[in-house]
């Protein structure tokens, strides 16, 4: 019994073969760009959330330093505030009931 390939046979199996390799060498070309825009985007995800951080922060330092103006009555500082486009309100303290120790 001979079980040879017909010319057909041969360039059918040797085609699919072909696109097959074709196929895996495109598979791996796709995983290597993906892999180097997953590390992009991680890269970027990382700096807002640094930027998140890094906003609470300045956030609490500009509210701390306006509080001070306010208390200390530092005009330089409230200045200086204001040259930043940070402006605020002096409030008064809460009132206290008299009498309290």
Same mark, same amino acid.
């Given at each position: 019994?001979?079980?040879? !390939?017909?010319?057909?046979? +041969?360039?059918?199996?040797?085609?699919?073969?072909? !696109?097959?390799?074709?196929?895996?060498? &495109?598979? &791996? /070309?796709?995983?290597?760009?993906?892999? /180097?825009? @997953?590390?992009?985007?991680?890269?970027?995800?990382?700096?807002?959330?640094?930027?998140?951080?890094?906003?609470?922060?300045?956030? @609490?330092? &500009? @509210? /701390? !330093?306006?509080?001070?103006?306010? @208390?200390?009555?530092?005009?330089?500082?409230?200045?200086?505030?204001?040259?930043?486009? &940070?402006?605020?309100?002096?409030?008064?303290?809460? +009132?206290?009931?008299?009498?309290?120790?």
């Amino acid at each position: 019994m001979n079980r040879s !390939l017909t010319a057909l046979q +041969f360039w059918s199996l040797s085609g699919t073969a072909g !696109l097959a390799l074709i196929l895996v060498l &495109i598979n &791996i /070309s796709l995983f290597m760009s993906n892999r /180097s825009v @997953q590390t992009e985007v991680n890269s970027r995800q990382h700096y807002i959330n640094e930027s998140i951080k890094i906003n609470r922060l300045s956030n @609490q330092l &500009i @509210q /701390s !330093l306006a509080n001070v103006s306010a @208390q200390t009555k530092d005009d330089k500082l409230k200045m200086l505030l204001a040259t930043h486009g &940070i402006e605020f309100a002096e409030t008064s303290p809460p +009132f206290a009931v008299k009498g309290a120790p």
